[in-house]
């Protein structure tokens, strides 16, 4: 089920299924609207226009109307223009069940891969045949996964849920319960776990190892059924679902999948810029998507209460049909039935318009196109009908319901923000770099260890402060920036604690690094041994910068001034001075909040706090030498 943190794997099922009922698909145009947000105008034959938003690490989804795009688009847009635009796309697809969306896509000899990660910041790459990335959104580079030009694109382990033997293995090697071997190890997520434990018979707290694969794997089939052949899309309280679990209580219904979505998430940055998309209170939407639902639920109503109709009306034909149907299915093969009826003259068998085989019908025109099983009475195959009209009547009730509790908010300034999520480099010093780089820093001397033995990799960068007592830096790629690099490792050093202005700073290489003393030597833990040349950074000034960030994701960030300037709506600096940790950490959260609006303080409430601050500044004594807004 999506959430307002983003969209769930079997969400990103629903949504391939829809995409690929709409094929064949050729690519338009890209455009860029910020650092993490794209479009994707889709044509279809007989001049089918489709638009795709895609929010790295959160959603991908169609929607009525794009934002007005930039003058100039970035880079990154002109560069899948060059090599997707005009092409065909030949599949879509899902990795798995994890939230990983593929656009295969045919452009003169060549084919490319556009991959959509909506999982953590999530990503846009786009690769070529060989799965060589040809340029990402953005760039990363971690001890165990590279996302950067010319390496080629991994993807994760085998599914779990893609068949019975890999069920099998799942459950036999998990000590939980079932509901949390289904939860996470099968990422199902909680609330679709619940429902294959009831639909399989089995109490969540049933131990996993002794649960039966083959009655857990046919409740998730027929989950998976469900989203992709019969989805029943409805925003259910904080969450906007494929299919409706909650029998139309409490839930507003949707004719597709995108659409609610597409009422689900708030505007973005760029669309709440732009005129293309008027800027329509969300109770009007979600009333405005109410009204369309019921519409459509009458008309389903209308339409099998007149294939009710026409089946009493043509009872004779009806009983006639079923009755020779049944009678000839024992005897005959359906082919040969069906070659029998085509050539026939007779005006009944010319009402047959198609056949069903697998599921022993027939498609008969009476007026109404209307399926008729043959195994079957008339009074049976007219109950279907009614069933599907006292279906449709209860979710009509629903959404009725549902209409009458939707509040009419008075307008506030309180806007939404989206928390950054918790990364695993987070719990060690860390910055971005002005170009997109990640730094890490240790805290102490197990996070040195930890930094070096564990996520320093070949195309790294050791960097140190040439004083006793400092933070082990490493640079995850490569920056133009060492400046900063510099600064930051100044900064989190011994120097700082000492009152000094400024230190020098070395770099060198991780094959340069080591443990291994010379004969007499010691190394303590958290220290290492350089061997080889170094390059030098004299006299780096120690400056500290901490900030809020709101966009695209609210978060506490720090690192050097000239980092965090640009990402923040207001920032503070720090220079060695007289003022213990927790003191600077909470005169400079007063003086954050001052910049902000008191709506906007209100609802970064868990993010703009005293151990948000604290997290950013050095240890020792500080001054709060600057404050300014982004």
Not at 295 to 320: H, M
Request: with cysteine.
């Amino acid at each position: 089920m999506a959430s307002e943190q983003g969209m769930s794997g079997i969400d990103v099922k629903a949504i391939t299924s829809d995409l690929n009922g709409k094929l064949p698909l050729w690519i338009d145009k890209v455009y860029q609207f910020d650092s993490r947000t794209l479009a994707i105008r889709l044509n279809g034959e007989n001049k089918a226009r489709n638009q795709l938003i895609v929010e790295a690490g959160r959603r991908a989804h169609l929607v009525r109307s794009l934002p007005e795009p930039p003058k100039n688009p970035p880079q990154f847009a002109m560069l899948l223009r060059k090599y997707i635009s005009g092409g065909k796309v030949l599949a879509i697809r899902q990795h798995g069940l994890e939230r990983i969306l593929i656009f295969d896509i045919g452009k003169g000899n060549l084919v490319y891969h556009l991959i959509i990660e909506l999982f953590d910041e999530g990503n846009i790459i786009l690769a070529d045949e060989s799965n060589l990335i040809v340029k990402p959104l953005r760039h990363h580079r971690f001890r165990d996964r590279e996302v950067v030009p010319g390496v080629a694109y991994t993807l994760g382990t085998t599914d779990p849920t893609a068949s019975l033997e890999n069920i099998a293995a799942v459950l036999a090697a998990d000590d939980r319960d079932i509901v949390r071997c289904l939860a996470i190890g099968c990422m199902l997520g909680g609330m679709y776990a619940e429902y294959i434990c009831t639909k399989a018979g089995y109490e969540k707290t049933h131990p996993a190892a002794s649960a039966d694969p083959a009655r857990i794997f046919s409740a998730i089939q027929d989950l998976f059924l469900r989203v992709v052949q019969s989805p029943t899309p409805v925003i259910a309280r904080k969450h906007c679902e494929p299919i409706d679990l909650w029998d139309g209580n409490g839930v507003t219904a949707y004719p597709t999948f995108s659409e609610a979505l597409e009422a689900f998430y708030p505007l973005t940055k760029a669309e709440k810029k732009s005129s293309a998309r008027p800027k329509i209170p969300k109770e009007d939407r979600i009333r405005h998507h109410q009204e369309a639902a019921i519409k459509k639920f009458d008309n389903t109503i209308r339409n099998n209460e007149e294939i009710v109709g026409a089946i009493y009306e043509n009872y004779q034909f009806i009983t006639s049909l079923i009755t020779s149907l049944d009678t000839a299915s024992r005897q005959l093969s359906w082919q040969e039935i069906e070659k029998h009826l085509k050539n026939a003259k007779s005006a009944d068998a010319k009402m047959i318009v198609a056949f069903h085989p697998g599921e022993a019908a027939v498609e008969v025109d009476i007026g109404k196109r209307v399926k008729i099983y043959v195994h079957e009475g008339l009074e049976q195959n007219a109950g279907r009908y009614h069933d599907l009209i006292k279906k449709f009547k209860k979710k009509k009730a629903g959404a009725l319901v549902a209409m009458k509790t939707v509040q009419v908010k008075k307008t506030v300034r309180k806007r939404d923000f989206i928390p950054m999520k918790k990364l695993w480099y987070h719990r060690f010093r860390w910055f971005i770099t002005s170009d997109g780089v990640v730094v890490l820093g240790g805290r102490d001397a197990s996070q040195n260890e930890e930094l070096v033995k564990k996520y320093m990799a070949g195309g790294d960068l050791f960097v140190h402060a040439d004083v006793h007592g400092a933070s082990v830096v490493i640079v995850k790629g490569k920056t133009e920036r060492m400046d900063e690099v510099a600064q930051f490792a100044a900064s989190y050093s011994g120097a700082w604690r000492s009152g000094h202005a400024s230190a020098d700073i070395y770099s060198a290489l991780p094959t340069q690094v080591s443990k291994t003393p010379e004969s007499g030597e010691f190394v303590s833990r958290g220290s290492f041994i350089v061997r080889g040349e170094r390059t030098y950074y004299k006299n780096v000034p120690l400056l500290v910068g901490i900030g809020l960030m709101l966009e695209p994701n609210a978060a506490m960030i720090g690192g050097p001034p000239s980092a965090i300037k640009g990402r923040t709506a207001a920032y503070i600096e720090l220079q060695p001075g007289q003022f213990e940790p927790n003191d600077v950490a909470k005169k400079a959260l007063r003086i954050l909040k001052s910049k902000i609006p008191e709506d906007d303080v209100k609802s970064l409430k868990g993010i703009l706090n005293t151990e948000g601050v604290a997290g950013f500044v050095p240890p020792g004594g500080s001054d709060i030498v600057g404050h300014h807004e982004g």
